[in-house]
């Protein structure tokens, strides 16, 4: 089993962060409100509400695919690794994450 995580570059906005897949740690309504129930414009809830502002958001998006980690390198900078575990969840070995190299390797099958 593989998996992939990002980590954002220090300087990266909350929001920004919150917007391209971190986890949201807190945030506000620009309107004011305090919940999405007499509110007209975010019927999906605060994460598809236009004017929810994420204050706190996670720097690491865990469980990423690598397609998202190279993504994210190419426009933020930062870093992304894949960790390899094992069938009993044990990590054996952890690879960067680099544009413009083939992350896929497979020749590690005699430890599954």
Request: aromatic letters at 10%.
């Amino acid at each position: 089993m593989r998996l992939n995580y990002y980590e954002f570059p220090e300087g990266v906005a909350p929001h920004t962060r919150y917007l391209n897949g971190a986890s949201n740690k807190g945030g506000h309504c620009e309107r004011g409100h305090t919940s999405c129930r007499d509110c007209t414009v975010c019927e999906g809830g605060w994460s598809e509400c236009p004017h929810y502002h994420c204050d706190k958001a996670e720097t690491l998006i865990c469980g990423c695919s690598v397609t998202t980690a190279k993504k994210l390198l190419k426009e933020f900078g930062g870093k992304a690794w894949t960790e390899h575990c094992d069938r009993s969840g044990g990590c054996f070995e952890v690879t960067p994450i680099k544009l413009g190299k083939n992350n896929s390797r497979f020749r590690y099958n005699h430890h599954l």
